[in-house]
């Protein structure tokens, strides 16, 4: 059996894992490259892959890093079934969609404004192609062995965010594990991730191998912000991912609001995607670990701006408020419109709620600079720039140490670590070999492993 690293590897994105026997060939999980731009250049690369030969795909959850790239491989010919929880076939029904819709209006824009090196630049894919590749989802349940020719294959609850799934694969004698993104024990709206059980290999994420999140209590951080920017009299931008950060946001802030711990601003949720996805939370409410009414407060504490006619109308309140909308890492989407509106002003804040990859606008902001281009154009940060600690859906390196040693894992067990940036994963990989008995190495772009 033969594992090929065709993404993930020196990156927390793109995350692509093919798994080949004599017989049967696997892609564990199909995701985009975002962040820097010679990384974003590779989605564009074909995949060195005959997709014909492409007996199926096995996702890890609805994320775009991991999921993001099936509809491009649709789009040149794959026609194989995509193997995961029910939860994510029901994220990826929004997420593909919409960031085909938004890949769609990006070119048109760049195209109007004449912005792109390209004459006529063009999608990756658009959204019509990302809705007919949603027909080759199949669900299958945690914990439910199925088969892909000689490939016996069981997810297992990763936490992370709804669907979230380690992969756990058995072939030609050998077990071996897919991590995907490893949630944490104490996460605010998630279950704890299921510990592993004995592996020959274990490919591990390592976004988090050099940092720890921060202790300090996320409530009593996000009501000092609230407060400081509603005493300025100014607006509270939050980019948000749409799936699990947003309704984390929102049941904090509606826990603070009922604590009266921050006055009842008006509070909108400019994400259409965002919107759909928390239908999804409660329909998978044994899945998460808010209550009934927990999470029909969480739901409430915002007014839903659908349109865009909604979203334009922001423009004209006056009297502080905050608005939630995508991308997480400014990348695109709602929340840029509101940036370039609102970044001169040092009333703002804007309030990022995890981690940044690195070339990210988010990233950029957060490093102090200056300026920042948005829709070709550049415009000086005069808000307040922020970042809510604690809110990770990711493990970080002690939290994850914990989950292997809780795991079954055996001396023989070999790590080779994924999904992260160089410097954390090299860390992580110091800290696990001084800390455990495990062989960890990192695996690098389009390396084969043979076992």
């Known amino acids: 059996m033969n594992i090929t690293f065709l993404g993930g590897t020196g990156t927390v994105t793109g ?4 798994v080949e026997t004599s017989t049967t060939k696997v892609l564990v999980d199909c995701g985009l490259y975002q962040g820097y731009k010679w990384l974003r250049a590779r989605n564009r690369e074909p995949l060195p892959l005959d997709l014909k030969s492409l007996d199926a795909i096995v996702l890890t959850h609805a994320h775009l890093d991991h999921s993001g790239f099936i509809p491009a491989i649709y789009k040149q010919g794959f026609r194989g079934p995509v193997y995961t929880h029910q939860a994510t076939v029901s994220l990826c029904s929004i997420l593909l969609p919409d960031s085909g819709h938004i890949q769609e209006d990006d070119a048109k824009f760049y195209g109007k404004h004449k912005i792109s090196r390209h004459e006529n630049p063009e999608p990756l894919y658009d959204k019509a192609t990302a809705e007919a590749s949603l027909s080759l989802f199949q669900a299958v349940a945690f914990n439910e062995e199925f088969s892909v020719g000689d490939i016996d294959i069981v997810l297992q609850s990763a936490g992370h965010i709804l669907g979230a799934a380690s992969v756990i694969l058995k072939a030609d004698g050998k077990r071996i594990g897919f991590s995907g993104d490893v949630g944490r024990h104490d996460d605010i709206i998630m279950y704890p991730p299921k510990p592993l059980p004995p592996l020959d290999l274990l490919l591990l994420e390592s976004t988090y191998g050099n940092r720890l999140h921060d202790k300090k209590d996320p409530l009593e951080q996000l009501a000092t912000i609230v407060n400081s920017t509603a005493k300025k009299g100014g607006a509270l931008l939050i980019p948000s991912f749409a799936v699990g950060r947003t309704e984390s ?30 239908d999804i939370y409660c329909q998978h409410f044994d899945l998460n670990c808010l209550s009934k009414d927990q999470c029909r407060d969480m739901c409430n504490v915002a007014t839903f701006t659908r349109t865009v006619d909604e979203s334009k109308a922001l423009a004209e309140l006056k009297m502080p408020h905050i608005i939630i909308a995508g991308s997480g890492m400014a990348t695109g989407g709602r929340i840029l419109h509101h940036m370039k509106r609102l970044l001169g002003d040092y009333r703002t804040t804007i309030l990022f709620t995890g981690y940044l990859s690195g070339g990210t606008r988010g990233a950029k902001m957060l490093a102090g600079k200056d300026a920042v281009k948005i829709h070709g154009k550049w415009l000086t940060v005069k808000a307040e720039v922020e970042v809510l600690h604690g809110l990770s859906g990711h493990g970080d390196y002690e939290e994850i140490t914990q989950w292997l040693q809780l795991s079954q894992l055996h001396r023989k067990t070999k790590i080779r670590l994924v999904h992260g940036e160089p410097e954390a994963s090299e860390a992580m990989r110091d800290h696990l070999m001084q800390n455990t008995q495990f062989d960890v190495e990192v695996a690098c772009y389009h390396e084969i492993l043979r076992l």
């Open 15 to 18: 995350s692509k894992f093919l």
């Open 249 to 278: 946001v929102q049941h904090m802030l509606a826990t603070l609001i009922k604590e009266k711990r921050i006055p009842k601003l008006p509070i909108y949720l400019d994400s259409p995607m965002a919107i759909n996805v928390f």
